[in-house]
Every structure is written in C-alpha cells, then in structure tokens.
C-alpha cells in the first residue's frame, strides 16, 4: 500500500516533471518574445509580457529543479521499498569466486538508508555491493527476521545452528571479507574467526561513523592479539557528508594493516555517485586486484556542477533582460508607429459629445496615450471620481476611440480635466489608467449597453434634480417611461421660447445626438421619443418640443 | 590448462541500443559488440579485469560501464561466458542522463560454461 501511495506520488512528480521541462524546452525553441508573437507583439500588455518573461524565464527553471528533487527523493523511497521475495540461496549453490559481506544484522536498518546524493537514489548496502561487485559477486549471511530479502547483497538465510559453520566455511572460500564495525558478539565472534583463520589480505574493514571509539578499541585489541598494531594508524570514526561510512581497514602483502578514509567530495554530488566515491576511497585496495581507480577531478566536476544549477538561472536572467528590453523596444515602437494615427483619429473625433463633454485632445507622452475630455463646472459633481471609476463613462469615453488604435496601445490614460470658463483646470483632472485587456472589457461593456433609454435612465439617476443648466432655466425632472424620454424644465417669468428658437433647439439636439452613429442607430431601433416641455413655475406651459425617430 | 576463452555476449536492451561496447581486458581494447552480439576473446591465465565501456561515454556525466575481475583458477572448462545486460533507467532517461545514467550495464559471469 505504501508503495502503491508513493508510485502515484512518483507517477504525478514525473507527469510534472515532463510538463516543465516541454514547457521549457518549448520556449528555448521558440525564442525570444519577437519570434513567439510577431506582430502580435504590439497587442502585448507591458506587464503581462514581463510577467510572462519572469514565468518563463525564472519560475520555470525553478520548478524543474524543485521538482526534479522532489522526483530524485520519491524515487529513492520507491526504489528502497522494492524488496526482492526473500532468498531460498544455499551455501553449495555458490559457485566461482565471491565476496563475503558480514555485519551485526541492527546495522542493516542503517545501511538499507538512502545514502542523501542526488546522483543516487541506492542505499549504502547497494552502493557497497556495486564497488565490490568489481570484484566478485557478494554474499551475506540474511536475518531471519527479514520478510523479503534486501537490496544490496545477496542473502542466505541459515539456521541458528549453522550459521557459525556456514560464515567459516564461506570466509575461507571467498576472494574478500568485508566486516562492517558492529557491536554484538555474533560480529566480534565473525571478527575473531576472520583473523584466526583466514589469510588477512582477504578481510576489509568496514568503519561505520560513530561517537566513540568504543568498536575501535575492541579492534585493535583484535588486532594486537594479532600481532597488528592499529596504535600509529590514523582510522577516522567522524561522521561524512554522505551514508554512514566513515573509513576503511585493510591489509597489505605483508600483513601490515592500512586505513583509508572516506572522502565525500563536498558539492560534486550532482555528477559524482556515492559508489564512485567509494571506489576512489578504496583505490589501493582494488589496485590489489588489477582495478584501476583514477581520481576524481573534483574540481573540474564541482565547477561543472555549479554550471549545470547555474545554466538554468544564468540563461534565466539573461533570457528575461532580452525579454524586458524586447518589450520596451516594442512599447516605443509602438507608440512611435501609430503617432500619426493619433493625430489623424485626433482631428477627426467629434468635438461635442455628449451631456456637455468636450473632446479637448489626445496625445502621446512616453508611452502613455493621454485623451483629455472636458467637463462644465457645474458637472463636478456627477463626474465624481467614484462614478469617473465606473465602468460605464469609462465605456461611453472609450467607444469614440477606433478599435485599430485601441489594440495598439500599451498604457492608455483618460483625463476629464476640470472645465472652468474656457479654461482648463488640470488640478481637478481625474486620470484613468487603463490597460489593453480592461480596455478590451469596456469595449465589449460598451458594445453591450449601447441602448440610448439605458444609458439616459442611468445619467438621469445621477443627476441632482432641480438642475439649472443656463441662468432662468432649471431642469425640474428628467425621466424615461417606456420609449419616451421626457425633460421638464422650469422657465423664469418673463422668459419666453418663441417657435424659432424651439425650432433652433431642436435643431441643436438632433445635431448633437446624432454625432454619434450608434446613439442614432439606437434611437430608431427602439423608436425613442423624445419631449421637453418648457413651463412657468405655476404649471402654465409655455412651449413642448417633440422629437421623432424619424427626424434622426 | 594453457588458455581461457572468454565468451562475452550482449544481450539485447533497449537502453544504448544503437551504441556498441568496448571490450578491455586489463585496459587493452580486444573490440566491440553491438545489441544481441557476442565475441571470444582468449584470457591470459592470471587474473585480469574485462571491461565494458559504451562508446560514447566520454560524452556522459554518469558512464554506461562495468568492470569486472575475473579469476580462471576459478574455470575448469576452458570457456568463461559473460552476459551483458543493460537495464534500463527511466529517471536517467528522463533527465537526459543529467542526474542518473540512463541505464546499468551488470555483467553475469558464468566460469564453467560449455
């Protein structure tokens, strides 16, 4: 079950693995932003395509890493819990030459341990077994408790009563004897029959990492009993970077014991397996054998280990000022590309809007489009800056602005300067900064409530009713029932609107509302009908102004 | 008995398929075999040590090879077989030989072979 658990885990690491590196294989191939988007560069937001350079440049690589660590680990658990079915080896069945590997059984549990490289997903025991394998097969007494056979060396399993005679027979059978440093008597009975009786170049001691040199010292008394004086030998019990071994106990031709450390090269693990450190730590013993053992470079490989982690980052970070540049190149051609544009659509907008707006200029600075619109001082107040925030004047500004120049701006401003008697006041501009992909959703907003009825329903609801909108004259209600719009205004006494200046009016009204092709278009779809009444403060009409669709 | 023949065949893998392997006896190159071939090579009668080592490696961070000691005390039939077996590693594979070898080259020594 665990097993089961941890190969999906695995199955998902790899999946995500495989994703990342297709994604950044991908966009090494399709290279710099230029050649991914083409002329669809320009359409490009500014800090979406940064954004996307930092995704592809930095966090891509960053994942693979991660993950690629995360995968090592998963697979070093899955690897370890792949026992084999527990071994049915006979000592008769062992033919040719061999190895012996014996140890007190409690340290299997730390052997069975990954052995912390990236390179290597194996445990000790197996790594061990790789570097004496050079050699010969290797054999080793199993533990009885043992439910499956673990990796590493191969098992026999003996009886109680026969595994003295089997670990003699074998030991004065096998090429090497290699006796892991424990500390139960069962070990120090192998350690006491291995020196007794079999030839001392065939045994090598293994020293495990330990806080005393309490196993060491049984040894050397061993050993003196052997007339081996270990006294002048420098043996390192210290614990290393990797696994658990710490050195190595061997004997020459001339029975003369010789120890070796073990050196685990700090920052080659990447490129450098826990075996090949071992067998360059038992260089002069495998020499015994005709084994040629070179030397790591390990400067060579910590530099080139350094260069492989760096590549990703180092590329990265080239790769995203390439990007940053290409974009800002980009902005400015933009923005340089289409000032004629800007001039052009500039002359040819409509001056009036609407509701006493006036199109006042549009402008390139840097790589901002600035459109100015103009208000009168008595709007302040419906163009607060909550309702200037609104979707929808940002929409009923931005439709007047073509779609062509629109999808080739990178920052858009729109200002709504403050209108004071023909004079523009800026300290009461309100900017607002919209991107291409906002801009992209006003338009669709606008597009969607185009109706005329909704657009002056909502106007009205905005409005501060009683309105004077010139001096005698107040706009007393404002309101749209079913297809007719009805403005009533109140007129001072002694005020009059003779037919031609309502003929005046109307003409004025028709002018403005149809600079706009979709509020004309509007208006006799929905068959708008609009009335403005003129009265006296007692009620007396004095004039009523009739508009039809089909005067538009 | 005077000489050994060592009978090395390659068994077919699919990791490093289209690449041979050398074949060294003490370092001495005796020639290469490529998936499902196999060579005899006579062996001095003292120790030594074969070696198989897949062309290409000096390419790799982690080496396709194997290196083996072979005693012919040890034969007593005049003829030592040697199966070379590439096992596959799909996370070597995967990372492009990177991290892990792409594969394991195991060597299976057979010292009374017919």
């Known amino acids: 079950m665990k097993r089961f658990i941890i190969r999906i885990l695995l199955c998902i690491s790899v999946f995500l693995l495989l994703l990342f590196i297709g994604g950044f294989v991908q966009s090494m191939l399709n290279g710099e932003f230029e050649q991914m988007y083409g002329a669809a560069l320009d359409e490009l937001e500014y800090y979406e395509g940064i954004g996307y350079a930092f995704g592809k440049n930095i966090m891509l690589p960053t994942m693979i890493i991660t993950l690629t660590i995360i995968t090592m680990w998963l697979q070093s658990i899955n690897h370890r819990l792949g ?9 008769e069945d062992i033919q040719g030459p061999f190895i012996l590997y014996l140890r007190s059984f409690i340290d299997d549990a730390n052997t069975r341990k990954s052995t912390n490289t ?37 098992r026999l399993y003996v009886s109680d009563d026969d595994w003295k005679n089997t670990v003699e027979y074998l030991s004065q059978r096998a090429q090497v004897v290699v006796l892991r440093l424990g500390s139960t008597d069962s070990f120090w009975w192998e350690v006491k029959m291995a020196l007794g009786k079999i030839d001392k170049q065939k045994i090598l001691f293994v020293i495990p990492e330990s806080d005393s040199l309490d196993s060491i010292l049984v040894l050397s008394r061993y050993l003196l009993e052997q007339n081996v004086d270990m006294s002048k030998m420098k043996t390192s019990v210290s614990k290393k970077r990797f696994g658990s071994i710490s050195s190595f106990i061997y004997f020459d031709e001339n029975g003369e014991a010789r120890s070796s450390d073990f050196v685990a090269y700090r920052f080659t693990s990447l490129i450098l397996s826990y075996a090949n450190m071992l067998r360059s730590s038992l260089a002069d013993f495998r020499k015994r054998f005709g084994l040629v053992t070179k030397a790591p470079k390990v400067r060579k490989l910590r530099c080139l280990q350094i260069l492989i982690i760096a590549y990703f980052f180092i590329i990265g970070a080239m790769q995203m000022f390439s990007d940053s540049v290409t974009l800002n190149i980009a902005s400015k051609n933009t923005i340089e590309a289409f000032r004629d544009d800007v001039v052009r659509v500039n002359e040819s907008l409509p001056k009036n809007i609407a509701m006493g707006i006036v199109w006042q200029s549009m402008y390139l600075d840097n790589e901002y489009l600035n459109i100015v619109y103009c208000y009168p001082e008595e709007y302040f107040e419906l163009f607060s800056q909550d309702y200037c925030d609104s979707d929808e004047i940002a929409s009923s500004l931005i439709k007047y602005i073509p779609e062509s120049l629109v999808n080739k701006i990178i920052k858009f401003n729109i200002t709504l300067a403050y209108h004071i008697q023909n004079e523009i006041d800026v300290s009461q501009e309100y900017v607002v900064n919209i991107s291409p992909s906002r801009l992209k959703k006003l338009r669709e907003y606008a597009e969607s409530h185009s109706s005329v009825l909704d657009v002056l329903r909502s106007q009205f609801e905005l409005m501060e009713i009683p309105l004077e909108v010139e001096e005698g004259v107040t706009l007393i209600s404002a309101e749209v029932i079913g297809n007719n719009v009805t403005y009533i205004y109140t007129l001072d006494r002694g005020m009059c609107i003779d037919e031609e200046g309502l003929l005046e009016l109307k003409n004025s009204i028709i002018e403005d509302l149809s600079s706009d092709k979709n509020i004309v278009k509007s208006i006799k779809e929905e068959g708008v009908h609009f009335v403005y009444v003129y009265q006296y403060e007692d009620g007396e009409v004095n004039a009523r102004l009739e508009i039809l669709p089909e005067e538009f | 008995m005077e000489t050994i023949t060592l009978r090395v065949y390659r068994k077919k893998a699919f990791t490093g398929m289209a690449m041979p392997y050398a074949i060294k006896i003490d370092g001495v190159k005796k020639g290469t075999i490529k998936n499902g071939e196999s060579m005899e090579i006579e062996l001095p009668n003292h120790n030594c040590v074969l070696m198989v080592d897949m062309v290409g490696n000096s390419m790799t961070l982690h080496k396709l090879r194997k290196e083996v000691v072979l005693f012919p005390e040890y034969c007593s039939t005049g003829v030592i077989e040697c199966e070379v077996d590439t096992k596959n590693n799909w996370l070597g594979g995967l990372t492009f030989g990177l991290l892990q070898a792409v594969g394991k080259t195991t060597l299976n020594i057979n010292y009374n072979a017919k």
């Open chain 1, 83 to 91: 026992s084999k079915k527990k071994s049915t080896l006979k000592k």
């Open chain 1, 118 to 154: 990236l390179s290597d997903v194996t445990s000790e025991e197996e790594a061990l077994v790789e570097v004496l394998s050079d050699i010969a097969p290797v054999y080793a007494i199993g533990n009885p408790k043992d439910k499956k056979s673990p990796l590493g060396a191969s």
